[in-house]
C-alpha cells in the first residue's frame, strides 16, 4: 500500500543540536520514518513510552533502536552504498573525521546552546516556535501558559549567565577559526573532497548562529530555528559576523548542498 506510513518512526525535541543532527544524518541515508516531536513536558514520558530510552533524537525501526546522532550514524553507515558513507573507508582518515567530534558536537554545540538560550529566553514569543514545532496541540498550549517556568529551567539546567554566554562566544569564535583554518587550502570539504560526518556536525552545530535558509529540522519553513528579522537586535550583530565568517560560509554552503526533507507526523 503506497500510501502507508513507515514503521520507522524519531521521537525528537525541535530545537535539539543532537536532534537536528540525528534527522540529518537519517535524510541522508534516505531512511523512510516519520518524526514524533514533543514539548520539554512530555518529551521524557513520550522517548519512554515510545522506545524505553532517553537521548535525542530516539530512531526506532522493526531492526534497532538508537538513541542519538552517532548511534544512527554507525547503524546505517554498515549497510549504505559507497557513496553515501560518511565515515571513510580509511581507518586513518575515519579516526581523524571522528577525532573532530568532541570539538563540534561537544564543545561548539554546548558553546551554541549556551549563547543561544541565554539570548533568546528572554522573549517569549521568538521561542515559541522552535520550542512547540510539530508538537500535539496540548503541549503548544503548555508551553504558551507555563513558559516562565520551562525558562527558569533550561537557564538552571545550562547555566546560563552573562559569563557563560561571553565565554560562549569566544567559544564559538575559536571553532570557526579552526574550521575556516582547516579548510583555507582550498578543499571543498573539511577532509578533502567528501562529505563526512565532520562536515554534517560542524553545519548542523553552528546552525543557530549562521541561520541557513535550508530549515533546521525540516520543511516547512521557516523551520524550528527563529529567522534573522525575528531575532532580538542584540543578537544581530554576532550572527551577521558568523555568516560572513569563512566557517559560517561553510556550514551555510553544506545546508544549501546536502539537507534534505524531514518527514514529520503528528502523534
Known amino acids: ?42 518529551l521524557g514520558i513520550e522517548l519512554w513510552w515510545k522506545t524505553r530510552q532517553s537521548g535525542l533524537p530516539t530512531f526506532k525501526n522493526l ?30 582518515l575515519r579516526q581523524q573525521v571522528l577525532g573532530v567530534w568532541p570539538d563540534y558536537f561537544d564543545t561548539l554545540g554546548n558553546a ?3 549563547w543561544s538560550y541565554f539570548n533568546l529566553l528572554p522573549h517569549k514569543q521568538v521561542m515559541l516556535r522552535p520550542l512547540t514545532r510539530g508538537v500535539p496541540i496540548i503541549e503548544r498550549c503548555l508551553v504558551q501558559v507555563f513558559y516562565p517556568l520551562i525558562r527558569m529551567f533550561l537557564s538552571s539546567q545550562l547555566g546560563l549567565s552573562e559569563q ?24 571543498a570539504y ?21 541561520l541557513p535558509d ?11 530555528l527563529p529567522t534573522f528579522a525575528e531575532l532580538p537586535d542584540s543578537m544581530k550583530p554576532f550572527v551577521t559576523e558568523m555568516r560572513q565568517h569563512p566557517a559560517g560560509l561553510f556550514a551555510l554552503k553544506i545546508y544549501r548542498l546536502h539537507r534534505t526533507a524531514v518527514q514529520s507526523a503528528s502523534p
Not at 214 to 224: A, N
Open 112 to 114: 551554541v546552546a549556551t
Open 214 to 224: 535550508e530549515c533546521y529540522g525540516g520543511p516547512p519553513p521557516p523551520g524550528t
Open 190 to 210: 573539511l577532509f578533502g573532497e567528501s562529505l563526512t560526518l565532520a562536515d554534517l556536525c560542524f553545519a548542523a552545530n553552528a546552525a543557530p548562529v549562521v
Open 164 to 187: 557563560t554566554a561571553a565565554t560562549a562566544v569566544t567559544t564559538i569564535r575559536q571553532q570557526f577559526q579552526a574550521t575556516a583554518d582547516r579548510l583555507s587550502d582550498g578543499r
Open 1 to 42: 500500500m503506497p500510501n502507508t506510513p513507515p514503521s520507522a518512526f524519531a521521537v525528537t525535541f525541535p530545537p535539539s543540536l543532537g536532534n537536528e543532527l540525528g534527522l540529518w544524518a537519517l535524510d541522508h541515508y534516505g531512511v523512510k520514518y516519520r518524526t514524533y516531536p514533543y514539548s520539554i513536558f512530555l
Open 63 to 92: 531492526n534497532a533502536t538508537l538513541v542519538g546522532p552517532r548511534a544512527i550514524v554507525d547503524y546505517f553507515e554498515s549497510n549504505c552504498s559507497a557513496d553515501l558513507r560518511l565515515l571513510p573507508w580509511d581507518q586513518a
